[in-house]
């Protein structure tokens, strides 16, 4: 089952990193600087990241509350503890990848490269 899964990611990537390189500079349509290939691969990297898991969460919480409830009030059935198992993983994968968003959006409003790349050192000699 892993093994679509895998696939479907690694599909997921490689159709994501091509659209991006072959958008272009899609910020001199707007006026805006380019802020690096760094912060536009990062960024569709994060924003699928996200959404995936995003999607994955919700879809986990929606199974272990519609489909498979438990035979009592207050309990849970095995494929819906399997299922909040799963959405707890991915929730924590939806928050990471928002909190990396937020470095790659900063740099990608103002036009700048990621700025962990722009240390120099050239203010010491």
Do not use: E
């Amino acid at each position: 089952m892993r093994g679509w899964l895998l696939g479907v990611t690694g599909l997921a990537l490689v159709v994501l990193l091509g659209m991006t390189a072959v958008s272009g500079d899609v910020h001199g349509l707007l006026g805006n600087a380019d802020p690096g290939p760094l912060t536009g691969y990062g960024s569709a990297v994060l924003r699928l990241a996200a959404d995936g898991c995003g999607a994955i969460t919700v879809g986990g919480l929606c199974f272990a509350l519609f489909v498979a409830p438990g035979a009592a009030p207050g309990t849970l059935s095995a494929g819906a503890y399997r299922a909040l198992r799963l959405a707890s993983g991915a929730g924590f994968g939806w928050c990471a990848a928002a909190a990396g968003m937020i470095v790659f959006s900063m740099a990608d409003a103002s036009g700048q490269p990621n700025p962990r790349k722009q240390h120099t050192f050239t203010h010491l000699g």
